[in-house]
């Protein structure tokens, strides 16, 4: 039976109410202690041969025939006025076949842009040229022949704040009296930080193919949102979804950057529209380093108010977002959540800067605030001379505060138990013994909290058919994190049937099945349990048929590993003795996500502790180990999981000592926005790391008890390493990153 009910959906913490399909056949979770065979067992992903033999199609892979191929004009200033494009040299390039500016009108929807008169960023898209080469298109650009009056701009954080240019209103969130607590707390910290801008960097740069044809579009994108690109691209040019195809078969990482359709699918279909031929926009390396969005700089100021013993009376932050003119507001999520406090309060300002946009970056702004509310409780912790681990075991809360729910799970108690075993905290102050190779040595440890507990609506359906091979349809796009890998896992082990005998496809909106934006931490939770209805009802049927043909009771029956058993073992089958004689019939299934429940909160948690020795003559900071144990419910995959934190450490890592923006202040022009100069690690960076996880199933959450890992992992490590640096050097770095020049200023 299938119902319509309302239920809350999150994203990013961004709650909804919707309505949504679910079915009262979906399976019942897993029990904790019920033993899989393929669900927890470490697996390769599956697309891995395709992806290193280059046969995997990225949408920059995508050639057509008539393609044309896009190259874009960007400001060379923060800010400007456009006073001259020569159009008509433009055209007059030998395979130039359409340009377009601000002037153009365009037949798709848009509030401002996607082309620029006055532009209030560098990088900002002023024009676009489509050619029949790329060469002859950047030959397009250059005849161009821009000339720009340059406009006064501000770039500074200090020099906007004093002119309040703040987007919007100012956010404040509190509960309790704040100003009382702190007066009367028995001891106060209070730290002032920065967070640096960081660029996505994903290795695919954004991009699409768009296609019109006879009023249907195809498009491929690089997308984390197959179906957000396909309903944006639908509403824009106010086409029926239904003739709107969405396609990306794989994505080279994404980070947050590229939800929805992207200005480029935009131009890349206008263009198509106006020519007749496909038409392809792929970003260069500097134009998506310019101009592909960031995670904002920060400047937050953290109080905090104690008791002699450790147990915090009062949490005050104030945020300062460089978000580019418009942004949202979260980075006093951790604050407001992250320890019992009755007397809590988060103000947040965005400031409005002649910068690129900031847009989602993994762990988005709850990132920024864990790093300095973190970094507050390292100092807390000296401060009290309280083991910092102990600080936070003690300050430990079960329910989320704003909205007084209980979690779904919690294990991270459990987290902070198991990452101070494997690090050996405990020891820690041993490091600070001079060693033989004059670096200083420290541990530092942060907490992780971050949604993930995805929701409906989500779908999957599976056909097996006379091969006797199922095929798994998803809205999954796989943007590197293994999804459709664990999503192969949890049919095969609900069908009973090996790894092998499964297909899992995605990345297409042509058949239709949904699946939400890879985003938020929300795939793994929200899809895999669609996935494993889908089965369920499959293998009911196999069942069935397989009691037509052994003439035995369904019920007696099982399907295990490929094989049809009787409870009794008297009768033990191939599968295919029954998928045999299927002829050209297909047997089929289709599941949904259920409903998430009432009134409860579903977060991710988890602690990773740091070591980095510091070179106090250089300045350098190498990070030698980190410790990760992180709470995401059932772990499906290993494998695929611990590789997902090793990304987030690394990323992390760079956050803390190397990525950062660096702008020209006499122009407000990026000067690294390449990736020779903008530091992102290499191979020689990487840390020794120790990844685990708590592995309790969340029962309450869905059928298989999954939570989300794509944001968890990146949370606590820049806090960590700030910590280990504080730890190691007896001095904090109020700025991050911890870059030479600013180690051996902080170390002076
Ligand atoms: Mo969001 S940063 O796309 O997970």
Not at 428 to 454: F, H, K, N, V, Y
Request: hydrophobic fraction near 40%; glycine fraction near 10%; include cysteine.
């Amino acid at each position: 039976m299938t119902r319509l009910v309302r239920s809350i959906t999150e994203m990013e913490g961004r709650f909804e109410e919707k309505w949504v399909l679910v079915s009262d056949d979906e399976p019942e979770a897993w029990a904790s202690d019920r033993p899989l065979a393929i669900v927890g067992h470490e697996t390769p992903r599956t697309t891995g041969p395709t992806r290193v033999s280059g046969a995997a199609r990225y949408t920059t892979d995508v050639s057509l025939p008539g393609m044309l191929h896009v190259a874009a004009l960007r400001s060379p200033l923060a800010h400007g006025r456009v006073t001259g494009l020569n159009r008509e040299a433009a055209l007059a390039v030998p395979g130039v076949r359409a340009v377009l500016d601000s002037t153009d009108t365009l037949s798709f929807r848009s509030r401002s842009g996607p082309l620029y008169a006055e532009p209030e960023h560098a990088g900002a898209l002023l024009a676009v040229v489509a050619a029949d080469t790329l060469v002859a298109a950047r030959a397009g650009v250059k005849a161009l022949a821009l000339t720009i009056d340059p406009l006064p701009f501000v770039i500074d954080v200090d020099e906007a704040f004093r002119d309040q240019r703040i987007d919007g209103e100012i956010a404040e969130e509190s509960r309790g009296d704040v100003d009382a607590a702190l007066a009367g707390a028995d001891v106060r910290v209070e730290l002032t930080v920065e967070t640096p801008t960081q660029l996505q960097t994903a290795l695919e740069p954004h991009g699409a193919v768009g296609w019109w044809t006879e009023g249907e579009l195809t498009c491929w994108v690089s997308t984390q949102g197959i179906f957000d690109a396909r309903s944006e691209l639908a509403k824009r040019f106010s086409v029926a979804p239904e003739r709107v195809r969405v396609v990306a078969d794989f994505i080279g990482g994404g980070f947050g950057a590229k939800q929805g359709a992207g200005v480029e699918a935009l131009l890349a279909v206008e263009l198509s529209r106006r020519t007749g031929r496909p038409v392809r926009f792929i970003n260069d390396r500097h134009g998506e380093q310019l101009d592909a969005g960031s995670r904002p700089a920060t400047r937050q100021t953290v109080r905090l108010g104690a008791t002699g013993q450790g147990d915090l009376v009062a949490i005050d932050s104030e945020v300062l977002t460089s978000f580019g003119m418009t942004g949202w507001r979260a980075v006093n999520t951790p604050a407001m959540t992250l320890y019992r406090c009755a007397n809590a309060r988060g103000v947040e300002a965005n400031l409005k800067l002649h910068l690129r946009q900031g847009n989602a970056f993994r762990a988005p702004m709850v990132l920024e605030g864990v790093t300095a509310v973190e970094q507050a409780m390292d100092e807390l912790a000296i401060t009290l001379g309280i083991d910092p681990l102990d600080l936070r075991r003690r300050n430990f809360v079960d329910v989320d505060q704003p909205s007084g729910l209980p979690y779904t799970s919690n294990q991270l108690l459990a987290c902070y138990d198991r990452v101070a075993e494997l690090s050996g905290w405990v020891g820690r102050d041993a490091l600070l013994e001079p060693s033989e190779d004059g670096l200083l040595r420290g541990m530092g440890c942060a907490t992780q909290i971050w949604w993930g507990g995805g929701g409906p609506p989500s779908h999957a359906t599976i056909r097996i058919g006379g091969d006797g091979i199922a095929t798994v349809v998803t809205g999954i796009q796989d943007i590197g994190t293994g999804t459709l890998t664990a999503a192969q896992m949890v049919a095969a082990e609900e069908l009973g049937l090996p790894l092998d005998r499964v297909r899992v496809t995605g990345g297409d909106t042509r058949p239709n099945v949904y699946g939400p934006v890879a985003g938020g931490s929300q795939t793994s939770p929200s899809v895999l349990p669609a996935v494993r209805g889908a089965a369920a009802e499959v293998k009911r049927t196999l069942l069935q048929l397989a009691g037509d043909v052994f003439e035995a009771a369904p019920a007696d029956l099982d399907l295990v590993n490929g094989r049809f058993r009787s409870s009794d073992g008297a009768l033990d089958e191939p599968y295919t003795e029954v998928t045999g004689k299927l002829g050209n019939a297909t047997v089929d299934g289709s599941g949904m996500r259920g409903a998430n429940p009432d009134g409860m909160r579903a977060n991710t948690f988890g602690c990773q502790v740091a070591q980095v020795a510091v070179d106090p003559g250089t300045g350098e900071v190498r990070v030698e180990h980190v410790w990760a144990v992180h709470d995401i419910g059932r772990v499906i995959n290993p494998l695929g999981a611990r590789s997902q934190v090793e990304g987030g450490i690394l990323q992390g890592m760079a956050f803390a000592l190397s990525e950062e923006v660096a702008f020209d202040p006499t122009t407000g022009v990026p000067t690294n926005a390449w990736l020779d100069d903008y530091k992102i690690p290499s191979i020689a960076d990487v840390p020794a790391m120790t990844i685990a996880f708590v592995d309790v199933p969340d029962t309450a959450l869905n059928n298989v008890g999954a939570k989300g890992l794509g944001e968890p992992p990146i949370i606590p490590t820049p806090a960590a390493i700030a910590n280990a640096f504080r730890h190691a050097t007896g001095r904090r770095a109020l700025a991050l990153p911890l870059t030479r020049a600013r180690v051996v200023e902080t170390l002076a």
